[in-house]
């Protein structure tokens, strides 16, 4: 396979529009977040002239101002067998650190891979001010720096930022937050990671050699009681950087408007006093930190997923649970979805965990562009499916997935939307980034339930599940159980009901629904009589004691009320059905 130098100058005797101006690329990536990186690299080394934009100036992305300190690859199951998920540029970026990094290592590392690429300019301090587009192509952008303001064209562009700079002056539509899930404006917890000196590193590391450590660590964590109401601490853990510090991560504040600055600038803080009294905590109940003193905080928050944009294709919970492998796959991931963004508590709220599912090139083709690409938690998502699909190892693959597209679709004289539309070009595409070093392999994986071994999408309660999964209202663990034949109390159905009025029809939900079905809030038993009044109540549908399983009947599917029973337990594969079919009745 020609590339490289070689390939270029293969090219330039058979293709004269190689021939490109001075601030003219085949490809320009705005970004360098890792994702950006990737994509950069990849397309530079099909030979093709690539341009990287950042607003920085240097290369760290949020790896350097979050103080992420730890990376590990997603592991896929498929026909039965553990995969790794994350490969190339992933591996060339992370593969070198036994099991921690510190900025320093990860920024030296990324000026390497960057420097060894002739097809590669990179430029610095810069922003965006302008775009040009034309019948939904974009042809150049404006952009400003402290030299003044150029003009750069390209066949190709990818948007590597976070919050979308190039998106956003092209009018893309997006949604902030969970404004998809009925909750506008509510945006996923900020991560803080500390850094933490004095510590005993070397007892630290001979402790997790013989002991269950981490375990003991992550307990201690967990039981320390936190001074501010919007902190949580979850998953904690800890890497070593040197022979006395270490970063602690799973610092986390709740309910921080991301746009505001005054929230955000509080929230940190916030953030940082917590973890000041976590470092005085940790001092008196591990004799490793005996001595540790509090170092510093990031440069700034980690935002895990901020804004999503409109694509082509909108990858959903459903696709994740189903496990889908998409004919235009580019990626894979098996990320959790995790709707622990919800709570204020210390715990996961895993809603689904996949065995593997495939990343679809819909998802980050901009719907009102033709050759631009987006990648990171920003893609076309739900803000719930990007707990799963926007996690750092897969923004990264997806990232050098993106620099190859672009490369093929310009060596193919074709667009990128022309590619989606493609479909008998999918299989060419996609060898094409096997050869790129992106991993991708066919497979059928579905989620299995129990003991019966039953395919959870073949379930007759399927249909309600994936309805409530896709608001983060239910939670299958990472066992994926749901619980399908286990007995309820009154509570669970009460408070599931008031849950998905607000996140599926928020205009609807009153203080009266709120007070009616706080009445039932308790430990009992939920019967097929209780389950009865309390939809009907619900449904302001008058009823008596002897007639509300009949008048339940008439009311709803009689696949969920024919096995009903007055005093007999209703089980929770029914206690799903009814929850969603009662917010369709109460829908006007």
């Given at each position: ?6 390939f ?11 021939d ?19 994509s950069?690299?990849?397309c ?28 590990n ?25 036994n ?31 302008g775009v040009?587009i ?30 979308g ?8 539509p ?12 509510f ?12 510590v ?6 001979k ?52 746009e ?97 599912y ?29 707990t ?7 923004r ?45 392999d ?33 939670t ?33 939900y ?8 706080t009445?039932y ?37 009689i ?18 059905g009814?929850?969603v ?8």
């Amino acid at each position: 396979v020609l590339k490289g130098s070689v390939f270029q100058k293969h090219l330039k005797m058979i293709r004269k529009d190689l021939d490109f101006e001075g601030h003219e690329y085949a490809t320009i990536i705005i970004g360098s977040e890792p994702e950006g990186i990737a994509s950069a690299l990849s397309c530079a080394r099909t030979g093709l002239k690539t341009l990287l934009i950042t607003q920085d100036s240097d290369l760290g992305g949020y790896i350097t101002s979050g103080k992420i300190s730890k990376m590990n690859p997603q592991k896929g199951t498929i026909k039965g067998k553990r995969v790794s998920l994350n490969r190339g540029i992933y591996e060339e970026i992370f593969g070198q650190f036994n099991i921690g990094f510190s900025s320093m290592e990860y920024e030296t590392q990324i000026k390497n891979l960057l420097g060894s690429e002739e097809n590669l300019e990179v430029v610095y301090d810069s922003t965006i001010t302008g775009v040009d587009i034309e019948n939904e192509v974009l042809l150049g952008i404006t952009v400003q720096n402290p030299e003044g303001t150029s003009y750069y064209k390209a066949r190709n562009f990818i948007d590597a930022t976070l919050e979308g700079s190039l998106l956003k002056l092209c009018k893309t539509p997006y949604i902030k937050g969970s404004a998809d899930l009925g909750l506008r404006e509510f945006y996923s917890p900020v991560e803080f990671n500390f850094c933490v000196s004095e510590v005993d590193t070397a007892a630290l590391q001979k402790s997790q050699k013989t002991t269950n450590f981490l375990d003991d660590f992550q307990l201690a964590l967990l039981s320390y009681k936190k001074i501010k109401p919007r902190t949580k601490i979850v998953s904690p853990t800890f890497i070593i950087l040197n022979e006395n510090e270490i970063v602690i991560s799973g610092l986390q504040v709740y309910g921080v408007d991301v746009e505001n600055k005054e929230d955000l600038e509080a929230a940190y803080k916030e953030a940082e006093e917590e973890a000041i009294m976590l470092t005085a905590y940790l001092k008196n109940v591990v004799v490793a930190f005996e001595n540790c003193k509090y170092k510093e905080g990031p440069d700034r928050f980690f935002i895990p997923e901020y804004l999503h944009y409109e694509g082509r294709y909108r990858l959903t919970v459903e696709d994740i649970m189903e496990n889908r492998n998409f004919k235009d796959g580019i990626a894979l991931c098996s990320e959790q979805v995790d709707a622990s963004k919800f709570t204020k508590e210390n715990i996961e709220y895993i809603v689904v965990n996949p065995h593997v599912y495939s990343i679809p090139l819909g998802s980050i083709i901009p719907v009102n562009l033709e050759n631009v690409l987006m990648t990171g938690s920003k893609a076309s998502f739900s803000s719930l499916a990007a707990t799963s699909a926007g996690n750092i190892p897969t923004r990264i693959t997806v990232g050098e997935s993106a620099g190859l597209i672009s490369a093929y679709s310009f060596l193919n004289k074709t667009s990128i939307l022309q590619l989606l539309n493609q479909p008998e070009e999918f299989e060419s595409l996609k060898k094409y980034l096997k050869r790129g070093g992106v991993y991708l392999d066919d497979f059928s994986e579905h989620i299995l339930i129990g003991e019966t071994q039953e395919k959870l999408a073949e379930h007759p309660a399927y249909p309600y599940i994936k309805v409530l999964a896709e608001y983060g209202l239910i939670t299958g663990g990472a066992d994926n159980d749901f619980q399908l034949d286990s007995q309820v109390s009154q509570e669970l159905l009460a408070v599931l009901l008031k849950n998905a009025i607000i996140k599926m029809a928020p205009d609807l939900y009153t203080l009266e629904i709120d007070g009616l079905l706080t009445k039932y809030e308790n430990k009992d038993i939920l019967t097929g009589k209780t389950a009865a009044s309390m939809i009907l109540d619900l449904l302001s549908i008058q009823w008596e004691d002897g007639n509300v399983l009949n008048i339940l009947k008439e009311v709803l599917p009689i696949q969920l009320t024919e096995g009903f029973k007055a005093e007999e337990p209703v089980a929770m594969d029914i206690v799903y059905g009814l929850a969603v079919e009662a917010v369709k009745l109460l829908k006007p």
